[in-house]
């Protein structure tokens, strides 16, 4: 092939185009299947977020609205039932019947106290009864230790809390802010992607927690002690619980309360209760571990962030989900693993269409040297053929004895010319895979015996001596082999000593005979110049020579050592160079046994 050069040019500029055809797509493939990943991740912990505040507002709804279910008069420690929706605050008069305040008795979780502010600023608690209440209180309802607590809570509010700013605070949150849910949007059919389509739900969803909140804070007359609601013309006014943060210890959001103003004939009083804020925050962050197990809740202050997604609906507060576990990365996508498997096939096909290409090139190669030394074989002999028989023809040959001699060269060369023909159809014969031969059970003897005269005859044309060694009783043994082939390889080898070591000093070319395990072992050795190093490793390949090296070396085409290692091969033996041998070269023909 001339030129290859500019074929392993064409093949690398196709194969740069696919490869960057390859990546252009790989990397746009990875780019949207990366967003596809981080939108599906986003929508998986929106999902998370909406569940978790939905049970975390379900538990604070049932808190606010046991509160907002409380009546005016249970933040007294005792009231007299018989003006609990008139005159409540006014002074006791002799005989009237006082009842205990359900909150002195009542166990409530997460509150640390319930309070109460008047007019003038003072605070009082009904878990803190005074005077001879407190007696009253300690002997029948409740314990000193409990009342000494509540009084310690008390003590810390009275410091920190005053009406006027408790006031402004609750006055500032506004009613539409609370207790007015907002319209549900309607989600539009222009979304641009995913994330926006998670937002929208995720408002959809705060809002409709907030409307569920405000209707279950709305439920009063939960609680079956209370008396019955006051008339419409009733001086007493309720409002519902607002949560606040006010200035207190418990983190960047102080105190939380839920405070509602309170009107009694037409004073303002401001009722609550002190929210215990840490326990509180860790029974919400447990009912959604399963969902957000490394998730936080922190304060919002008021007016800022109120429609956030991610508030909670029944308070100031803004979850913060932290990191989501169970969410893949990707690397094990459809699309990547569709991308390895492309990009493998690609490789495997670019490195087979290589391996052909090199093949294809090297068999060029290979059989325009065949072709050369072939047609340099057959002129040799031609050439002799068209001389010598025009000389006999014409008659100028007329001693005898010379007539003798180129009779028998003329039947040298014809041998020479029967071998190269029969060697090149038995290869073409093995390439279309018939080899034409048939293995069957036969004794080593028999064949060495069959092949004998042939070699010693080809080795007496050389100047040379075929000798015969047998070790043991190697020709008895019975072996598994094609006798037409085997004394073909033969007769290969026999030849290549006699091209390369007629010249030796020591003409003997040895034929051996041994046994080892399971095989016997032919050995075909000369004491000629030997196979160089640089030669072994092309040794067995077919047409290595090309018409130069037939012409500046032995005859021949490199044909009879390719086709005698695959003959070997084919019958289940071997043939390879001996190479602790120095002097001279060495081939080993093994054959299996019958045994």
């Given at each position: 092939m001339k030129r290859p050069w500019l074929t392993w040019l064409a093949f690398g500029l196709c194969l740069a185009v696919v490869f960057a055809a390859m990546g252009w797509v790989s990397v746009a493939l990875i780019r949207l299947d990366r967003?596809?990943?981080?939108?599906?991740?986003?929508?998986?912990?929106?999902?998370?977020?909406?569940?978790?505040?939905?049970?975390?507002?379900s538990l604070l709804s049932r808190i606010i609205a046991r509160e907002n279910a409380r009546p005016y008069f249970s933040y007294s420690a005792f009231y007299p039932a018989e003006r609990a929706y008139t005159k409540l605050f006014a002074e006791l008069r002799q005989g009237e019947i006082l009842v205990p305040s359900p909150l002195l008795t009542e166990n409530t979780p997460y509150i640390k106290l319930h309070f109460q502010f008047a007019p003038d600023g003072t605070i009082t608690s009904p878990q803190v009864p005074t005077g001879n209440q407190r007696d009253l209180a300690e002997s029948k309802y409740t314990s000193y230790k409990k009342i000494n607590a509540a009084e310690q809570n008390l003590k810390m509010l009275q410091t920190r809390l005053k009406f006027a700013t408790l006031t402004t605070l609750v006055s500032g949150i506004r009613q539409d802010e609370v207790a007015q849910p907002a319209g549900r949007a309607v989600i539009s059919n222009n979304l641009k992607n995913m994330q926006e389509l998670q937002q929208k739900r995720s408002m959809d969803e705060y809002r409709a927690r907030q409307d569920s909140n405000i209707k279950g804070s709305q439920g009063?007359?939960?609680l079956g002690y209370l008396p019955e609601p006051p008339q419409p013309q009733s001086p007493i006014g309720e409002n519902t619980m607002k949560p606040v943060w006010a200035e207190g210890t418990e983190g960047t959001g102080g105190a939380l309360l839920l405070v509602r103003p309170v009107s009694v004939n037409k004073v303002e009083y401001?009722?609550?209760?002190?929210?215990?804020?840490p326990k509180l925050k860790k029974d919400l962050l447990e009912s959604a571990k399963d969902l957000l197990p490394a998730a936080d809740i922190m304060p919002v202050e008021p007016g800022t962030e109120l429609e956030s997604p991610r508030m909670l609906a029944a308070l100031p507060a803004k979850l913060l989900p932290g990191a989501v576990p169970g969410l893949g990365n990707g690397?094990?996508?459809?699309?990547?693993?569709?991308?390895?498997?492309?990009?493998?096939?690609v490789l495997l096909g670019a490195a087979a269409v290589a391996v052909l290409l090199s093949g294809a090139m090297s068999l060029s190669e290979r059989r325009g040297?065949?072709?050369?030394?072939?047609?340099?074989?057959?002129?040799?002999?031609?050439t002799t053929f068209r001389i010598y028989s025009e000389m006999l023809k014409e008659g100028m040959v007329t001693d005898e004895d010379k007539k003798k001699d180129y009779l028998k060269v003329l039947a040298s060369?014809?041998?020479?010319?029967?071998?190269?023909?029969?060697?090149?159809?038995?290869?073409?014969?093995?390439?279309?895979g018939r080899a034409g031969g048939r293995i069957e059970k036969i004794k080593l003897g028999d064949i060495i015996e069959r092949a004998k005269e042939q070699l010693a005859r080809r080795a007496e044309q050389a100047g040379m001596e075929l000798a015969i060694e047998a070790q043991g009783d190697s020709l008895s043994l019975t072996v598994m082999a094609d006798?037409?082939?085997?004394?073909?390889?033969?007769?290969?080898l026999v030849d290549n000593a006699c091209k390369y070591a007629s010249g030796a000093s020591d003409k003997t070319i040895h034929l051996q005979t041994t046994t080892e395990k399971d095989a016997a072992v032919i050995r075909i050795r000369d004491h000629g110049p030997?196979?160089?190093?640089?030669?072994?490793?092309?040794?067995?390949?077919?047409?290595?020579?090309?018409?130069?090296?037939?012409?500046?070396?032995a005859p021949g085409v490199g044909l009879g050592l390719a086709l005698s290692h695959r003959l070997a091969r084919e019958m289940g033996g071997d043939l390879y160079l001996d190479g602790s041998i120095t002097t001279g070269a060495c081939f080993v023909l093994k054959l299996p046994s019958a045994s």
């Amino acid at each position: 092939m001339k030129r290859p050069w500019l074929t392993w040019l064409a093949f690398g500029l196709c194969l740069a185009v696919v490869f960057a055809a390859m990546g252009w797509v790989s990397v746009a493939l990875i780019r949207l299947d990366r967003a596809e990943i981080e939108a599906r991740r986003q929508a998986a912990i929106e999902e998370n977020v909406r569940l978790a505040l939905w049970r975390m507002d379900s538990l604070l709804s049932r808190i606010i609205a046991r509160e907002n279910a409380r009546p005016y008069f249970s933040y007294s420690a005792f009231y007299p039932a018989e003006r609990a929706y008139t005159k409540l605050f006014a002074e006791l008069r002799q005989g009237e019947i006082l009842v205990p305040s359900p909150l002195l008795t009542e166990n409530t979780p997460y509150i640390k106290l319930h309070f109460q502010f008047a007019p003038d600023g003072t605070i009082t608690s009904p878990q803190v009864p005074t005077g001879n209440q407190r007696d009253l209180a300690e002997s029948k309802y409740t314990s000193y230790k409990k009342i000494n607590a509540a009084e310690q809570n008390l003590k810390m509010l009275q410091t920190r809390l005053k009406f006027a700013t408790l006031t402004t605070l609750v006055s500032g949150i506004r009613q539409d802010e609370v207790a007015q849910p907002a319209g549900r949007a309607v989600i539009s059919n222009n979304l641009k992607n995913m994330q926006e389509l998670q937002q929208k739900r995720s408002m959809d969803e705060y809002r409709a927690r907030q409307d569920s909140n405000i209707k279950g804070s709305q439920g009063q007359g939960q609680l079956g002690y209370l008396p019955e609601p006051p008339q419409p013309q009733s001086p007493i006014g309720e409002n519902t619980m607002k949560p606040v943060w006010a200035e207190g210890t418990e983190g960047t959001g102080g105190a939380l309360l839920l405070v509602r103003p309170v009107s009694v004939n037409k004073v303002e009083y401001l009722q609550g209760c002190w929210l215990d804020w840490p326990k509180l925050k860790k029974d919400l962050l447990e009912s959604a571990k399963d969902l957000l197990p490394a998730a936080d809740i922190m304060p919002v202050e008021p007016g800022t962030e109120l429609e956030s997604p991610r508030m909670l609906a029944a308070l100031p507060a803004k979850l913060l989900p932290g990191a989501v576990p169970g969410l893949g990365n990707g690397a094990t996508s459809p699309v990547r693993i569709t991308l390895i498997i492309a990009w493998c096939c690609v490789l495997l096909g670019a490195a087979a269409v290589a391996v052909l290409l090199s093949g294809a090139m090297s068999l060029s190669e290979r059989r325009g040297a065949f072709v050369s030394a072939v047609t340099h074989e057959l002129r040799t002999p031609l050439t002799t053929f068209r001389i010598y028989s025009e000389m006999l023809k014409e008659g100028m040959v007329t001693d005898e004895d010379k007539k003798k001699d180129y009779l028998k060269v003329l039947a040298s060369e014809a041998d020479r010319l029967s071998h190269l023909v029969e060697n090149v159809l038995a290869y073409a014969r093995l390439e279309r895979g018939r080899a034409g031969g048939r293995i069957e059970k036969i004794k080593l003897g028999d064949i060495i015996e069959r092949a004998k005269e042939q070699l010693a005859r080809r080795a007496e044309q050389a100047g040379m001596e075929l000798a015969i060694e047998a070790q043991g009783d190697s020709l008895s043994l019975t072996v598994m082999a094609d006798s037409s082939a085997v004394e073909r390889i033969l007769f290969n080898l026999v030849d290549n000593a006699c091209k390369y070591a007629s010249g030796a000093s020591d003409k003997t070319i040895h034929l051996q005979t041994t046994t080892e395990k399971d095989a016997a072992v032919i050995r075909i050795r000369d004491h000629g110049p030997g196979v160089s190093g640089s030669d072994e490793g092309q040794l067995f390949k077919p047409f290595r020579k090309s018409a130069k090296e037939a012409a500046n070396s032995a005859p021949g085409v490199g044909l009879g050592l390719a086709l005698s290692h695959r003959l070997a091969r084919e019958m289940g033996g071997d043939l390879y160079l001996d190479g602790s041998i120095t002097t001279g070269a060495c081939f080993v023909l093994k054959l299996p046994s019958a045994s």
